[in-house]
Structure formats: structure tokens, C-alpha cells
């Protein structure tokens, strides 16, 4: 470990009489977290009887008498500090502080003590240079719900005091679609699943890295779902999807946990002769999409469909409705013409479809 040699100096003029002690200022100190660095007071004209002493005051505010001629009077300090004494008309009070700790910092005030006439004091700060450190971040919610409030909180130390900021991890972005939000509080109010994510909080002060520490927001809530189009046009004795958007948590990947009704009468899954059924995860989020696709659209075919979504904590459902004509809705994912089977190239192409149609409705 480098040694940084910082020597505060106080010189004390000693004149007889009533004009007692006078101080020469000096300028504020800076060491780095670690290092050893000097305390050296001088007291000039003092006699052999004069007494001096180191006092800090700490940056929380507390006095603490450190020493006294020859003693250091905290006895837990003694394995860093030590003091020495030189000279007789002169007199230097250096106190040597190893291993630079936060609890160092603060004013650091030498008084001199002359057998007669009046004390003098001067005092220094002095600040210790400390990379930042994640205190408490908050523990991840165990009973967050749709529409609560939750304060995300993160506390840290260093010095200079650091800055600290949150972001998401993943997703990317706050929810509110901004990259950062500075201060130690986070507030998700009247919760919505665009909350959830790992969120992390970042403590920096420009002295080493910053520190961070991540929490990850997480909770269970039924299926949000929504027609990807409540109303379209299929294009009659040709082939045909519509689709259904769903978000929740634990998601729906199973097709068994996706229902499709014909007015009030079940879709078989079975019925493939007539009906295919798919359900495309999106990797990123809690969403999923549900396709069904109607193998022949004759007049029949028209009329409200619903889509009926299930987890563990609920199911919901939504109706669309599908109206047979001659010429097919733009973004109703038209299935070409005498398709016997759905390839992966069509349900890309149906996937891309739909996410155009939630852009442009």
C-alpha cells in the first residue's frame, strides 16, 4: 500500500503577555481510502509545559478527543494511531493515522494548551476519499398486487456522499420509459405487469467502481387479454386466422390453457379438419398470442368468437367478431389459399401481421 505523507500543519505562535497563541490556516486535506497520512500541530514559543491535543469531529457530527500529549485516548484506535512529540521551544504534536478509514474524516482541530495566557486552537478538514457501498436495498416484495404502491429503497456510503440511481435491467427502460431515475427512492405506483423486471440501483461517487446491487420485481396476476382486431374480415372459401393477445403471470404457453368458442359452443382442438390451434411465446415479456386459425371460411363461419385464457391465479376472456366477405381485412393474417397445415413460415408471417395490426389499430 502506497504511503501518502499529508501533514497538516498548525503553526502556533507563542507571545508573552495577554496576546496569547496565534493560528496560521491551512488549507482542507484529501487522503485516499487506505493510506497513512500525518496530523503534525506546532506550537512555536510554547514552553516545556505546555500541553497539546488532536479533537475530531466526525462527519455524523460527534466530538471525539483523539489525543493528549503523549497519549491517544481512544483505546480501539491504537492499532492505527500513534503520537509523537518533538521539541521544547517548539513543539510538534504529530499524530500518524494508518490504514485511512471513512471514520477518519471530518474537522480535525489541534489545541495547544500554554502554561500561561490564552489557548489557541486551528482546525483542518480532512476528507478520506472512499469508494461507494450498497448499505440496504430493498428485499423483493412477497405479497405485491396489481394496483398497489411499492418504494423500492437502496442506501449506500462513500465519500465523496455517492449518487445513486435506479434502472431495469430487464426489460430495458423504467416503466415509464426512461433510462434512469436518480435518488434512493423508486416509487412503482398503482402496480400494472409493466412493472415487473430486475431493477437495479447503482451507487457512484467517482472514486473506484461504482457499486450495485439489483432486486427483482415479481408477482403472480391472472391473464390480461385482448382481441389483436375485435372486428375483421375474413375472405370467404379460402383460409383465415384471428388472434388473441395475452399477458400474465405465470404465463399461458400451454394450449391446453387456451380455450376458443364459437358463441357459446367450444372449439374442439381436435377438430382439426376444420380448426388449428397455436400459441406463440413471446421470450421477452409475459405475453403470448393465441392463433386459430379457420381452415375454409364459408358463410358459417362468421359471427363472435371468444378467446378464454387460464393461470393460476384466474382466467379471462375476450370477443372478436368475423365477418365473411369477399375481400379479406388487410391485417386479419390471411392463411394462403388451400393451406393443409400451418408451417412455422406462416405463423412467422401470422405473428408479424398481428403485431402490425396492434401498432396501426
Known sequence: MKLILLLITVIVLFKSGTNGLSIIKIQDQ??????????????SGASVGANMGWIQRTIDGISIGATFNDQILVPQLRNR???RNTGSSTREHILTIRNAQ?????EWTCTAYPESGQIDTMSTKVTVLTPPEITTISSPPVDLRLGLNYTLQCNATGSPMPIIKWRRVNPQYLPNYIPFSVGYLYNLTRVTANHRGLYECIASNGIGKAARESVKITFSYKPEVKAVREELVLPKNEAGNISCSCEAFPKVTRESDVRWYKGSQLISSSDTQNYLMDVVDDRESDRTVAILTIRNVTSTRGGEYRCRFRNQQGETERSLSVT?????????GKVPSGASTITPSIIISTVFMIFMATCFH
Do not use: K, P, Q, W
Not at 102 to 106: E, K, M, T, W
Open 81 to 83: 494511531y500513534s503520537i
Open 324 to 332: 365473411v366477405g369477399a375481400i379479406a381485412d388487410r391485417y386479419a
Open 30 to 43: 484529501y487522503v485516499d481510502n487506505g493510506d497513512t497520512f500525518y496530523l503534525s500541530c506546532i506550537a
Open 102 to 106: 471513512l471514520d477518519d474524516a471530518g
